[in-house]
């Protein structure tokens, strides 16, 4: 391992560097005080210090599940709540960062000279970071678990924007100081033998799941026999018979034995299911079911490297084919492509370690071509069958280099910028009714510093409500309309001006003489602004009987009710009083287009971070009513983050407030489904599988 002479220096250097640049990212969430930000630090860098003094080799059982319990000493129930959520927080900032923060652990393997360094001993990694919020916490004093709770998420939100960055810059400064990243292993190392009782370092989901697999096995194995370490000389086979197995694959693959078009079962041949009977069970006259390759029906040994990248495969293809959200007809696509990925995985190691390896790519972006379409879509949808068209191609044009690959690579890429297009074309008719939204939400941004004037008088509960829902919506409507330098402006906000007056108590016989005279107009002001804005005759009537009750306590110049006095349990329509919590979906007409509206009944700003989504990206979401729904982000408006989704293939025409999405990301019921990669998901999912985690 190439290391700088001066690691001391370098290491104190990226020591200072990581805690910098983490400080700066708290400090510019506005979330933390200097002081809390100095106590995260301290954490930090104390977790740091403990990791590069360290020498004892991390355990599978740590490796494979990515984290154990965080490094925190807190006792009781509340602490041990938080606990648990610093864990769950660390884990999602694991998996979102994995890529850049996968290359640092490579280069602190070489810095430190520790080949036997666990990814989640990263001494820049994610759990570092929990302790630092532990030693905040700690310092802070007692305050409520739930106030600890919500400050987490605000936290976990800014980390997960801003932490693939910082360690992105990490990398280069170590890649700059001449510390070379150590080459990953697809399993074991000369250093430390691979045994179910110390297997090796994994570096992401998948090297972790052939730790598992060799885990697993290994109790048939020698462990001093059994020492791969990647590549040619790690073959137990010998090159004719790897030749004479890759023949036989091909003659498989000839047959159509993984070909999965659901053919009639007698149309296998009998050379076929001679060679392979296991991978040929039938349902009637069809194939139930993608089948999958494993080293046990090809007669390699398990003591070969060959087994394990068949079997590390074998166990992602299962994985895929068992996921219930991937369409039947995306199965079968990936299934007539196993025996192409399988020659590959014997003959190249990288394909386990390297997430931008060409084959890989082919699967993750054949799922993002499927995203928003139908469980249950045809193979004769213009996607399946372009799908269907490029796997042929490139098995039949595969000769054993990246070529085909990266021309299939090249085909999906167009196939996914036509399909990106053909979504824009459709959201074209929409645009006008999105920008009446954005227009709306600039209107309720003018109007909230007079609806906070009017509400700080503190009025009783049923006109705050008037004035922050009806009110707010009566003078939405006149900005919008005449502008705020026009008389309608200033007489609608006399309006409520006048109402506020009307309950106020009248103690001299002049005030209330001028309150019998001026209510009938005052009333007729009203009764017209809520007609405007379309409130309905029963909220009306409602209304002003809960004013008329008011002005009569005003007229005998009794004090007025303290807020939340008047306010009766249902009293009003829970459509037209929803509370500010509680989203409300609605719809914007214009002719035959239909734009869906997911919103608040009364104004809500914008978040104070931008929402980690983009124009182009697919989202999945939920639904008031908890259905899963998924769309492509078409419109992401610059000043009030308003997001227009639009999935031609599911008839979805959906405008959402920025902060109904911001709490579904906290939440984890909002997700980013095209930055999921499906071969890296499939591997995860198999390892949970594997090691019962």
Known sequence: MAVQSDSFH???????????????????????????????????????????????????????????????????????????????????LFESTGGSLWRTHLRFVTLLRRPDLPNSANPIGPK???????????????FAIDNKMELLDRVEACLLAGLPALYAEINDFMDRGGVEAAQPKI??????????????????ALLALQQALLARGSGNVDSHQFQPSGGAAASLLNQATLERLILRLDELDRQGGFNQKFAPAKETTPAAEGMFPEL?????????????????????????GESLAIDTLGTIFEAIFANPALPDTLKAVISSLQ???????????????????????????????????????????????????????????????????????????ALLAERAAAIAETAKPYQPLFGQLERKDEAARQVRPAIEKFIATNPPTVIRNFIEQTGSQMLQAVLQEQGAE?????????????LLWTIQPKADADERK?????????????????????????????????????????????????????????????????????????????????????????????????LPCKEGDWLEFVMPGGEKRVAQVCQLSPNTQRVLLINPDSALALAVHPEILERQFRGGDARISSASSLFETAASTALRQTTGR
């Open 280 to 304: 040929f069970s039938t349902d009637g006259d069809f194939v139930s079911q993608p089948k999958v390759i494993k080293s046990a029906q090809l007669g390699i040994p398990t003591t070969a």
């Open 10 to 92: 370098l290491l104190s250097d990226t020591r200072a560097l990581f805690l910098k640049h983490l400080g700066a990212l708290l400090q510019d969430s506005a979330l933390l005080s200097a002081p809390a930000i100095q106590a995260i630090q301290e954490g930090a860098g104390a977790y740091f210090d403990e990791m590069v003094s360290t020498n004892r080799r991390g355990t599978f059982a740590e490796e494979a599940s990515g984290l154990t319990s965080s490094r925190i000493t807190l006792v009781g129930e509340e602490d041990l709540e938080l606990g648990i959520r610093l864990d769950n927080m660390s884990a999602r």
């Open 486 to 498: 026009s008389s309608e402006w200033q007489e609608s906000l006399a309006l409520i001006d006048d």
């Open 339 to 413: 025996i192409t990925l399988l020659k590959v995985a014997m003959k190249d190691s990288s394909l386990f370690a390297n997430d931008q390896h060409p084959a890989r790519q082919v699967i993750d972006r054949m799922g993002q071509a499927v995203l928003g379409l139908p469980i249950d879509v045809s193979a004769r949808h213009p996607v399946c069958a372009r799908l269907f068209e490029i796997a042929t191609r490139l098995r039949s044009e595969n000769t054993g280099d990246m070529t085909a690959f990266e021309k299939a690579n090249a085909q999906l890429d």
């Open 187 to 204: 399993i074991g190392s000369k250093e430390g033998p691979a045994t179910a009782d110390a297997p090796s370092v994994s570096g992401n």
């Open 514 to 610: 001028t309150l019998a005279r001026r209510l009938p107009d005052i009333l007729k002001r009203l009764r017209a602004g809520m007609k405007r804005v379309g409130l309905s005759p029963e909220a009306e009537s409602a209304f002003l009987d809960e004013c008329f009750e008011l002005q009569t306590r005003a007229l005998r110049a009794l004090p007025v009710a303290s807020t939340g006095e008047n306010q009766a349990p249902g009293m009003f329509p829970s459509d037209v009083f929803a509370p500010a919590s509680a989203p409300v979906s609605s719809e914007l007409r214009a002719g035959e287009t239909v734009l869906t509206t997911l919103d608040f009944a009364e104004f809500q700003p914008a978040p104070a971070r931008p």
């Open 128 to 142: 570092g970071i929990a302790q630092g919020l532990t030693t905040m916490f700690a310092a802070a004093g007692a």
